[in-house]
């Protein structure tokens, strides 16, 4: 893992990533959007809509998939600009801050995977506390 991004991982994300009382949790339709849950932290190498590149920092949230379109929507934890959507194919690169994997294709499929590897593990975690109740 890179030095920079354990202190984001120690400090700030690691309290961030836990859900929020307002955070997506489960898949919905909002219009013509498929919004899919989904928690990381992530340093993502981005190229805005004017072709520059710039290194962003992001407490994902939620992926949502439109037609045309897919956002990463989260927390850009270095700006002051809140809340705001990635266009997933404006991504270049991706490291889970967690891990240290790094995607540098078929990013979009990974994120995918990510969302539901963790609906997986919602219901089950949902399913044991049922039965524990």
């Known amino acids: ?32 959007w498929h919004v899919y849950p989904l928690e990381a932290a992530l340093e993502l190498d981005y190229v805005d809509q004017a072709g520059n590149a710039t290194r962003r920092w992001v407490l994902a949230r939620e992926l949502k998939v439109g037609p045309g ?34 995607v540098e294709h078929n990013i979009l499929d990974w994120l995918m995977k990510l969302a539901e590897r963790q609906a997986k593990a919602r219901k089950k975690h949902l399913a044991r506390m049922q039965a524990g109740a």
């Open 1 to 32: 893992m890179k030095p920079h991004i354990l202190p984001m991982v120690t400090t700030l994300a690691t309290s961030l990533l836990r859900p929020a009382r307002n955070a997506p949790v489960e898949e919905r339709i909002e219009g013509a």
């Open 69 to 102: 379109k897919m956002l990463l929507g989260g927390i850009d934890i270095l700006t002051e600009d809140g809340y705001r959507g990635f266009r997933v194919d404006r991504i270049q690169r991706l490291e889970d801050a967690e891990t240290g994997f790094v």
